[in-house]
C-alpha cells in the first residue's frame, strides 16, 4: 500500500461508523468505539538472527514517521504516547495482582500487548494514532492506524 492509501484509508476509518461488535473489517479489527487498520505487514520471522528483524522496524518505524508528518501537517504535532505502564497495568489485572474493578477499555489493552508507542491526535472529538506493533520476536511487523472515540486510559 502507497502512503496515499493509508491516509485514504485513516479518512475512510475517520468517516465511518463505529460497529455494535467486535470482528474484523477489511482493513483490520474493529469494535464498539474503534477502528484498527492494519496498514502494512512484514514477513515472519522464524529462522532470523536478529539483523533482518531490526532493518525491518527500522523501515515500519520509518513509515509510520513519514505518515506523521503528513498528520502533522493536517492537525499539528502529535503526542506521543507509550502504552508501557498500560501494558504493566493490563497484565498485573490479569493476573489479579491488582483491582478487579480497573478493565482496560479496547482498543487500548489490545494495543498495549503489541505497541510500545503511539504518536497520537485528537481530531473532532476522535483519537488517531499511528504505531508500529508486534506481539512477538518471531511474529511480523504492522503499521497500525487507528481511531476510537475512546479516551486514552
Known amino acids: ?13 475517520r468517516s465511518r461508523e463505529f460497529p455494535a461488535e467486535h470482528g474484523r ?24 538472527d536478529g539483523s533482518r528483524r531490526d532493518i ?13 508528518v503528513l498528520l502533522g501537517d493536517r492537525w499539528g504535532p502529535p503526542q506521543r ?12 489485572a490479569a493476573l489479579g495482582a491488582v483491582d478487579e ?3 482496560i477499555p479496547e482498543p487500548w489493552a489490545q494495543l498495549s500487548s503489541s ?6 491526535w485528537h481530531v473532532d472529538g476522535r483519537w488517531i494514532a499511528l504505531g508500529v506493533a508486534q506481539w ?3 511474529l511480523p511487523f504492522q503499521l497500525l492506524a487507528v481511531v476510537t472515540e475512546i479516551d486514552p486510559p
Open 1 to 13: 500500500m502507497s502512503t496515499a492509501q493509508h491516509l485514504a484509508v485513516i479518512d475512510l476509518l
Open 25 to 48: 473489517s477489511e482493513c483490520g479489527s474493529e469494535g464498539p468505539g474503534y477502528h484498527i487498520a492494519e496498514l502494512l505487514t512484514s514477513d515472519t520471522f522464524w529462522e532470523d
Open 56 to 68: 525491518v522496524e527500522e523501515q515500519y518505524e520509518a513509515e509510520r514517521d513519514g505518515l506523521t
Open 81 to 92: 504516547f507509550s502504552l508501557a505502564s498500560l501494558f504493566e497495568r493490563t497484565m498485573d
Open 101 to 103: 474493578d480497573e478493565e
Open 115 to 120: 505497541v510500545p508507542d503511539l504518536h497520537l
Open 136 to 138: 512477538d520476536k518471531e
